[in-house]
């Protein structure tokens, strides 16, 4: 129905009134069909990854500050800075 547009659709209805809560609901529903389209963009579905652009580059010279203009917002909020300047060295066990 979506090809015909609202105006056609509308046509066969006589009660003036009517046809302008149903042109009305129709077109709340058309513009919460694009915001949900809008909306799927922001849906994370798989997890990401980091890929080197060439044979020569090695992900672990990636640096959080240099990802945050690429990644979505949740994830820009979990940045972090493991600095650990003061009493080191430090060793962690990451397999645990």
């Known amino acids: ?44 579905d798989t997890a990401g990854y980091l890929e080197a652009e060439g044979p020569l580059e090695r992900t672990y010279h990636f640096k959080q500050r240099d990802m945050l203009d ?9 940045c972090f800075n493991l600095e650990l300047r003061e009493k080191g060295p430090y060793c962690f066990d990451y397999s645990a």
């Open 1 to 44: 129905h979506a090809s015909l547009g609202r105006g056609n659709r509308l046509r066969g209805v006589g009660d003036k009134k009517l046809r302008r809560e149903l042109g009305v609901l129709e077109a709340k529903a058309e513009d919460a069909a694009i915001h949900a389209a809008e909306a799927e963009v922001l849906l994370q």
């Open 70 to 78: 690429v990644v979505d917002v949740n994830t820009r909020a979990k």
